[in-house]
């Protein structure tokens, strides 16, 4: 901690990748708040599809059944407990709901439910993998992450990129990557199932609301979470610092 609080006295300038990083240097290494900039990280996938072809992916969803995808390693931590209950209580509301599990194995006490679908680790350095991954998140409807503790989780940048609004807390970095209404919804971590479902509820219910959040989510890819966007913008930090 020493180490770090001395650096960032001698730094000129101090880049994080989130809200909650940046106020942390401030509030517990004591970091000069005038040096200290955020640019989100960008997603690790990327997304070449025009306009059109996202409009397009998000035309194809089925307003009669609500598609979630849970995308994670750590079934606990990235909240796949409460995505589980989350869908649940969906079809015990009437909406047809289904939860596609990449990346663990649910940990459930009885048997696994018929609206759950695991998939298991799907490995994104492979060209049948990336393109696997890409068309479960152009399917669904949310990328639904409920963690209990993250920094910056890429994933959300990459639902992002293909159109898919994202579902997750107010924790860490999360809320410097999703906006509530823009690019999905954050919810705290001491979770209320209902209130993740009236959220969907609503939107299902007036669907063209609906779309118009999975293009605005898009939008927010293009605009600040990828890395042309993020290189632009730590490049100007510097020139600015060059030129100071």
Request: glycine content about 4%; some cysteine; overall charge neutral.
């Amino acid at each position: 901690h020493l180490m770090e609080r001395k650096a960032l006295q001698k730094a000129k300038l101090a880049i994080y990748a989130s809200e909650w990083a940046a106020q942390t240097a401030i509030e517990y290494y004591q970091a000069d708040p005038a040096k200290v900039k955020v640019v989100p990280f960008g997603a690790n996938i990327e997304s070449s599809k025009s306009i059109y072809e996202i409009k397009e992916s998000i035309d194809a969803r089925p307003s009669s059944q609500c598609k979630l995808l849970f995308l994670a390693v750590d079934w606990f931590r990235k909240g796949g407990d409460v995505a589980l209950e989350v869908v649940r209580e969906l079809n015990n509301l009437g909406l047809n709901a289904e939860l596609t599990v990449v990346g663990c194995q649910p940990v459930v006490q009885d048997s696994l439910p018929s609206f759950v679908k695991p998939l298991g680790f799907i490995s994104k350095s492979t060209k049948e993998g990336k393109e696997k991954i890409d068309r479960l998140i152009a399917e669904s409807h949310f990328l639904i992450l409920p963690s209990l503790a993250d920094c910056s989780p890429i994933v959300l940048c990459e639902a992002n990129s293909l159109g898919t609004p994202c579902l997750s807390t107010k924790v860490g970095g999360i809320p410097t990557i999703i906006r509530d209404n823009i690019n999905g919804r954050t919810f705290e971590t001491k979770f209320n199932v209902r209130e993740y479902c009236d959220y969907i509820i609503q939107l299902f219910s007036n669907y063209n609301h609906y779309k118009q959040l999975a293009l605005s989510s898009f939008n927010e890819y293009q605009s600040r979470l990828n890395w042309s966007v993020a290189g632009q913008s730590v490049r100007e930090l510097l020139e600015t610092l060059r030129l100071s």
